[in-house]
Structure formats: structure tokens, C-alpha cells
């Protein structure tokens, strides 16, 4: 099966500070994705990208920024982390645009203090 | 955009009991997964089913794209069964759309 790891699997940050989370995967799919998932919902779309040094909005953009520096990684980045963003946060990737499986990483629980 | 409505919210089962699980959206999707997460956390994709009827083990999914609507049935149901189930359409042009999730306990 497809393989997608993500890092740190869990990190305590405090208000205000920054936060990178990584994604990486072996797959060599075009699609990568970042969703966070709050307690009792489920994932919300923050960013994605089809192709290495581009990024796209997903529906909750706001307060986080996305890199993809080669098609094997895909970062998630807090600049100034707020409560709010205390979630889980899973990458994913695939062939297509929802169009094919996704893969999802075990997923990364950020606390914000 | 796209919404998208699953039910029953939650359902306990006892084992060897089936189960339905309904997802129903806004707008007409082109493609459909169903996804189930284990209690731990861990996501993975059960069908990519945008229309007709699909089986997996003792999973089975329907999607009826005209009606916007999808189900998931779960058939002598395990402990093991145990988890989150996500319905998760596609609308053309944008990545997955995610419900809210039908939880499943199923007791021995």
C-alpha cells in the first residue's frame, strides 16, 4: 500500500510561535493535501498541491500557509499559532484531484497553549 | 457548496447485526469515497464509489448519483467494525468534501 509519514506525530506549541508540519510520500502521486480534523468532525480541506513549488487554497486556508518543495514533500506551516488550531492534522495524497484513493498519513495532534 | 449530511450520527451495534449507513449531499457529485477511521485515529479509504453498487468483504456500497445520496451497509457486523465512517463526495474541479461522520461501536 501507499505509503505517506508525517512529522512530528504530535507537538505541544505555545501562542503565538510557529509551527512547521511534514508530509512525505513515497507514492509518486502529483496530489498532495493537508485536512485537520477537530474532535467529533470530520477533515477540513486547509491546502493541497498537484505539482512541486505550487500550492492551492483548500476551504480553510486562513492562518496557515502550505510548501511543496519536491513532489515527495508537502508542509503545513503555523507562522503565529493560535488556541484555535489546536486539531489533528492528516496529509494525504493521490493520482487525482478526489478523482482517485487518497492516502492518508497517521496524522499529527497539535496543541496550541 | 457542497454539503454534505450522514446518518445516523452514531449507532451501537451487537455483533452479527447489520447496519445502514446514510450519506446524503447537496450537489451532484462525479465521484464519492467512503472512508473509516479507527478509533486510534488512522484513515483509510474503504470504496471509491461514484455510482453503482460496489462490495468489499462484508461491505457493501451504493451510490445513487441522481439522487445524491450513498450508503454504506455493513453486514454481520465485529467488534472490529468499530470506528468512524466518513462520506466524502467530489465535486468536479475540487478536492474531497468530508461529512461529519456516522460513528459505530459494535459490542460483543
Known amino acids: 500500500e501507499a505509503a505517506v509519514t508525517q512529522s512530528p506525530r504530535s507537538k505541544v506549541a505555545v501562542t503565538g510561535g510557529k509551527v512547521t508540519l511534514s508530509c512525505h510520500q513515497t507514492?509518486?502521486?502529483?496530489?498532495m493535501y493537508w485536512y485537520r480534523q477537530d474532535t467529533g468532525h470530520g477533515l477540513r480541506l486547509i491546502h493541497y498541491?498537484?505539482?512541486?513549488?505550487?500550492?492551492e487554497k483548500g476551504d480553510i486556508p486562513d492562518g496557515y500557509k502550505a510548501s511543496r518543495p519536491s513532489q515527495e514533500n508537502f508542509s503545513l506551516i503555523l507562522e503565529l499559532a493560535s488556541l484555535s488550531q489546536t486539531a489533528v492534522y492528516f496529509c494525504a495524497s493521490s493520482d487525482g484531484l478526489g478523482g482517485d484513493t487518497q492516502y492518508f498519513g497517521p496524522g499529527t495532534r497539535l496543541l496550541v497553549l | 457548496g457542497q454539503q454534505v449530511q450522514q446518518s445516523p450520527a452514531s449507532l451501537v451495534l451487537q455483533e452479527g447485526e447489520n447496519a445502514e449507513l446514510q450519506c446524503n449531499f447537496s450537489?451532484?457529485?462525479?465521484?464519492l469515497q467512503w472512508f473509516y477511521q479507527h478509533p486510534g485515529g488512522r484513515l483509510v479509504s474503504l470504496f471509491y464509489n461514484p455510482s453503482g453498487t460496489k462490495h468489499t468483504g462484508r461491505l457493501t456500497s451504493t451510490t445513487v448519483t441522481n439522487e445524491r445520496r450513498s450508503s454504506l451497509h455493513i453486514s454481520s457486523s465485529q467488534t472490529t467494525d468499530s470506528g468512524t465512517y466518513f462520506c466524502?463526495?467530489?465535486?468536479?474541479?475540487?478536492?474531497?468534501?468530508f461529512g461529519t461522520g456516522t460513528t459505530v461501536s459494535v459490542s460483543p
Open positions: 450537489s451532484t457529485a462525479t465521484r
Open positions: 507514492n509518486n502521486h502529483d496530489y
Open positions: 466524502a463526495p467530489h465535486q468536479g474541479g475540487r478536492a474531497l468534501i
Open positions: 498541491s498537484y505539482v512541486a513549488d505550487s500550492t
